[in-house]
């Protein structure tokens, strides 16, 4: 069964909206989580790393306060997609990693569509 | 920078061909990923290669990951249509992060 869950599966919303989007390990604790957007018939690119009880480190051209990134608790990682527009729709996958690295076990994804 | 360069990036078959999808990077890495997506799915991970020159199988998928650790290579025989789906692979990189390659968008066409 599923390691890590995502939710939710598909958010549909008007511009200017801010959507969340959780981050859950199931059955193990997860320090660190990674964040991935991904395009129609594109690779996943890493946005950001999640870091339980310190500031997420993002990767260049991510901007840090369009997308908001908390790491709640040991199994929780939170991603806030502030004010989207609908250049930001796109899949948006996490993961995360059992203690000791790889591999990494992926969500299922959200279906992010801003109109 | 780390990068992987993964061909073909589309590739449409028929039922029963054999083909292979390449990784290949200038940098080494300590271990690499295949994975297998479909549509409005997270990856899914279909094996993992550390050992240089090491080779896996799983069924009809023959893993390749080269002697010197920079590049690897997915075989598959007698595709089916059930094969068909988006292929990653992905190169442990600094701090645990997952460098990906641009995929390969298999067709099995029955």
């Known amino acids: 069964g599923a390691v890590v869950s995502q939710h939710p599966s598909w958010v549909i919303c008007k511009s200017g909206t801010s959507v969340k989007i959780e981050c859950r390990s199931l059955?193990?604790?997860?320090?660190?989580m990674f964040w991935y957007r991904q395009f129609p018939k594109q690779s996943l690119m890493l946005m950001a790393t999640?870091?339980?009880?310190?500031?997420?480190?993002?990767e260049q051209g991510v901007e840090k306060d369009k997308f908001l990134i908390n790491h709640a608790s040991l199994t929780l990682s939170t991603l806030t997609v502030t004010s989207a527009h609908p250049e930001d729709s796109s899949f948006y996958i996490c993961s995360a990693p059992r203690t000791g690295g790889q591999p990494q076990h992926f969500g299922d994804g959200t279906r992010l569509s801003i109109l | 920078t780390q990068l992987l360069e993964q061909s073909p990036q589309f590739l449409s078959i028929q039922e029963g061909e054999n083909l292979t999808v390449y990784c290949n990077s200038s940098s080494v890495f300590s271990s690499l990923q295949w994975y297998r997506q479909e549509p409005g799915e997270g990856p899914v991970l279909l094996v993992t290669?550390?050992?240089?020159?090491e080779v896996k199988k799983l069924k009809r998928l023959t893993f390749q990951f080269g002697d010197a650790r920079k590049d690897s290579s997915l075989h598959i025989t007698a595709a089916q249509p059930g094969d068909t789906g988006l292929y990653l692979c992905a190169g442990e990189g600094q701090g645990g992060k997952l460098i990906f390659g641009q995929g390969t968008e298999l067709s099995v066409k029955p």
């Open positions: 290669v550390v050992t240089g020159g």
């Open positions: 059955d193990f604790q997860a320090t660190t």
């Open positions: 999640s870091n339980e009880g310190s500031k997420a480190t993002y």
